[in-house]
């Protein structure tokens, strides 16, 4: 390809993209009447999982809200990429947004391909929900509380294992920044997903694993799992018996999982503003409030400015994380 060749590609991805970015611009200052037509909202994890979960929940309030259909579009892959791909090239008009979690920020920074600025290449519009993560034992592993924890661990360096959902992923980062500050060791035992990780420590192959409440509720309730400490500043909502580790002496140990909306890039500042408030304004009834917290998920909604201040806060945060504990990806 010769030099004329390319800069006449790029002039037509310019031309492009300014022409999609008028348009959108067009569209809102002349109808206003958002949203007239069905709206696509993109989740970048398979169906079924704790995103995809929390993405219908709010898919619904939107739809409920706006009196118009919102539909669930997954479509995973490459660590979430595929799917922000997608989000990131579409029009700027509010009928494509995307539904995203910590994971995606996560994964691009683990594999060292952060191939997105959450504030540059995307619009952020809202946090939407949060649920925190909890240290649980197998209750028969006599393990039942931090302390007794911690004193076993040190006195037998290496002899307790914990299981994660994957190397690299939350729960496994969690745990690594836990035993950093708390200074014992313990063995990793990975697997492919959340739910195999659990099965494993409730038939008491191993020993304990981090989780969120929503997966491991019903399991403390019937006396299977002890729940030692939340991951939390303050104590939780959904498990207010359950101490901080503050509380019980390891400091530092506050992780858990967010999700949140954004759009393309270059979205209009009133568009992405109305989005924000009609679903914050429909995430305030009690009754949404409720059914989240029923289901272990604490619904946090934002301005756009405060969701972009967040991005930015959990990108230097986890490479702070994974500085700390000198992480290395499992192969």
Not at 41 to 58: E, L, M, N, Q, S
Not at 98 to 104: A, L, R, T
Not at 271 to 288: C, G, P, Y
């Amino acid at each position: 390809m010769n030099d004329k060749t390319q800069i006449g590609l790029a002039l037509h991805k310019c031309c492009i993209f300014t022409g999609a970015l008028v348009l959108s611009l067009l569209t809102w200052a002349a109808g206003n009447d958002y949203p007239n037509k069905p709206i696509r909202w993109i989740v970048p994890t398979a169906p079924g999982a704790g995103t995809d979960f929390t993405a219908r929940k709010f898919a619904q309030i939107a739809s409920d809200a706006w009196q118009q259909s919102v539909i669930v579009d997954n479509r995973s892959g490459a660590s979430g990429m595929i799917g922000l791909d997608l989000i990131a090239q579409s029009p700027a008009d509010g009928y494509t947004l995307g539904f995203i979690s910590v994971s995606q920020f996560i994964d691009a920074l683990l594999l060292q391909k952060f191939s997105f600025d959450a504030t540059k290449d995307f619009t952020p519009i809202s946090l939407l929900a949060s649920t925190p993560l909890v240290l649980v034992v197998n209750s028969n592993s006599g393990l039942n509380t931090l302390p007794t924890l911690l004193a076993y661990a040190k006195s037998h360096p290496g002899e307790i294992s914990y299981s994660s959902g994957g190397s690299g992923g939350l729960t496994h980062l969690a745990m690594e920044l836990f035993l950093n500050k708390a200074g014992i060791q313990a063995t990793h035992i990975p697997y492919k997903g959340s739910g195999p990780a659990l099965v494993d420590l409730l038939a008491s192959r191993v020993q304990m694993t981090f989780s969120t409440p929503p997966a491991v509720l019903q399991h403390i309730k019937t006396n299977r799992l002890k729940p030692l400490a939340m991951a939390t500043n303050n104590r939780s909502t959904l498990m207010p018996d359950v101490p901080t580790f503050s509380e019980q002496g390891v400091q530092g140990v506050s992780i858990g999982t967010w999700y949140g909306l954004i759009g393309p890039a270059n979205m209009p500042a009133e568009l992405t503003q109305s989005i924000a408030k009609t679903i914050a304004l429909a995430a305030r009834s009690n009754t949404v409030k409720e059914n989240m917290q029923s289901q272990g998920i604490e619904s946090q909604t934002s301005t756009p400015l405060e969701f972009t201040r967040l991005l930015s806060a959990e990108k230097n945060q986890w490479n702070e994380v994974v500085k700390t504990i000198g992480f290395k990806r499992e192969q």
